[in-house]
């Protein structure tokens, strides 16, 4: 783990046990820290914090107010931040579920969200439950008991469901026209080749990985290979290239 990672982590912690105190069940990295693909001036930190019981409107307020970006630092791009009870990680449900929503950074816009009710629906309900069936099979504990024991997988028909959501959400948003490279587009590739990998191999991968998975199996290994070097600095696909492959990823996905 990259050192001021590591020690923005600790950090982190050690304000959620001063505030939450024995409601504090445990904390998790997920994302690309858990996975293991952690790259300095790209990637977040994505931490999830699993308490006992809801929260009071104001603990969550304080926690948000502490861990805010301009009170403590993240080293990375920003912090993605969730909590959850434990009934809710360990419940495999598909709705979003969470005590707080936070996301805060240097380089990221400020999301605050104290109420699953209160996320916008064009924004996409679906990232938690993805989240926490990534966080079952391969959440970094920091604190606390295993994550396979806290986190609850959906359902595998659950877990396509959310899969199709997500890939319908990223086809609908705006995309430019014509063949130029457009930067993001290789994160929506590289979105979809773990998807594709999750289903049929029942393994969460790193966007890369997964990439490099996706490149053996031969589907479009030139556009794939393109955008797994898009993540080190080569150029990204069109968004055209990139659409056209995510809805064959949805076609498959949804003709099985």
């Not at 019981?53 to 304080?62: I, K, M, N, S």
């Not at 396979?148 to 595998?156: H, K």
């Not at 990223?170 to 590289?190: F, K, N, Q, S, Y």
């Amino acid at each position: 783990m990259d050192p001021a990672v590591r020690r923005y982590l600790a950090d982190l912690l050690g304000v959620a046990r001063d505030l939450l105190g024995s409601e504090l069940v445990g904390g998790y990295a997920a994302g690309s820290v858990a996975l293991h693909a952690y790259q300095p001036g790209r990637s977040d930190v994505d931490v999830a914090l699993v308490c006992r019981d809801a929260l009071p409107r104001p603990t969550r307020q304080e926690l948000v107010t502490r861990l805010r970006h301009e009170a403590l630092p993240c080293p990375a791009r920003g912090l993605e931040l969730v909590v959850y009870t434990r009934s809710v990680a360990g419940s495999g449900t598909c709705e979003p579920g969470f005590e707080v929503e936070l996301n805060t950074g240097a380089a990221m816009p400020t999301r605050v969200t104290l109420d699953p009710a209160e996320r916008p629906a064009a924004d996409g309900r679906f990232w938690y439950a993805l989240d926490r069936s990534i966080l079952h099979q391969r959440g970094h504990p920091l604190t606390g008991p295993p994550a396979a024991a806290v986190f609850a997988d959906p359902s595998p028909d659950d877990l396509r469901t959310l899969m199709v959501a997500a890939l319908r959400w990223w086809l609908a948003r705006p995309a430019p026209p014509g063949d130029a490279p457009a930067p993001g587009a290789e994160d929506a590739v590289l979105n979809a080749c773990r998807a594709l990998v999750r289903l049929r191999d029942g393994d969460w991968l790193s966007k890369t990985a997964a990439g490099h998975r996706v490149i053996t199996l031969g589907r479009d290994p030139g556009l794939v290979r393109r955008c797994v070097d898009a993540r080190t600095g080569g150029p990204p696909p069109s968004a055209a290239a990139a659409r056209a492959f995510q809805q064959r990823v949805l076609d498959e996905i949804t003709a099985d």
